[in-house]
């Protein structure tokens, strides 16, 4: 009996060749613990454990393997056609319940994925940031800063016409012939121009450093 064991056990080894039992990806169905998803060509290793946190969630659907016929590469990893930059938060939020996001991460990007992968509690918690930044935005108005230009009337049409982005005609005051040029009066006008100012994150007001020409 030990005989037949062993030479069937050389047959094996030929028919398998050179490739190594783990690069043939598991048959589906089987439990294993660790899973390789390919995100957009970004390989994750990620328990089942973790993908299954959000019972509801594509990904815990995805690895058990009942509903979806998911692709998988050369590796068996499997493999989902999403931006990878936003799946790294998505995981981690599915490790430890956090969402932890990079400052020139935008939530509206974490969002649709989070929308994807139908994370119901990471949805309602990144909608709840969002509605918290539209909140304090509305909360600070946008200051203004007035500006009063003098000019006379053949400049007027001139200095409205080339005045700098951002600032806005506001009011024409007519201040009368002030100067006598020679025989002609020139009638002086107050010109009052605005800009709006906006808070910048770091607390100061920024306003551009072009003044409105004259």
């Keep these: 009996g030990v005989r037949m064991r062993m030479e069937g056990r050389e047959e094996m080894q030929d028919a398998v060749g050179l490739r190594c039992t783990w690069d043939i990806p598991p048959p589906a169905g089987t439990q294993a613990k660790w899973v390789r998803l390919n995100v957009g060509g970004t390989v994750f290793l990620t328990t089942r454990q973790t993908l299954c946190r959000e019972q509801k969630s594509f990904l815990?659907?995805?690895?058990q393997g009942e509903e979806l016929q998911s692709d998988r590469d050369e590796t068996g990893?499997?493999?989902?056609?999403?931006?990878p930059t936003y799946f790294g938060p998505i995981l981690n939020f599915l490790r430890h319940g956090k969402l932890v996001l990079d400052k020139d991460m935008a939530e509206e990007g974490i969002l649709e994925e989070a929308e994807f992968y139908n994370i119901g509690p990471l949805i309602r918690i990144i909608k709840d940031r969002m509605e918290e930044k539209d909140y304090t935005v509305t909360?600070?108005?946008?200051k203004h800063v007035y500006r009063v230009l003098q000019c006379q009337e053949e400049e007027l049409t001139q200095m409205v016409s080339t005045m700098s982005d951002g600032w806005r005609f506001e009011q024409l005051v007519?201040?009368?012939?002030?100067y006598n040029y020679g025989n002609e009066d020139q009638t002086e006008f107050l010109c009052v121009v605005s800009?709006?100012?906006y808070n910048s994150p770091n607390g100061l007001s920024s306003e551009p450093s072009h003044k409105a020409k004259v």
């Design 60 to 63: 815990c659907r995805l690895c």
């Design 195 to 197: 800009k709006e100012l």
């Design 77 to 83: 990893a499997y493999l989902i056609d999403r931006d």
């Design 139 to 142: 909360q600070v108005p946008p």
């Design 174 to 178: 007519n201040i009368g012939s002030s």
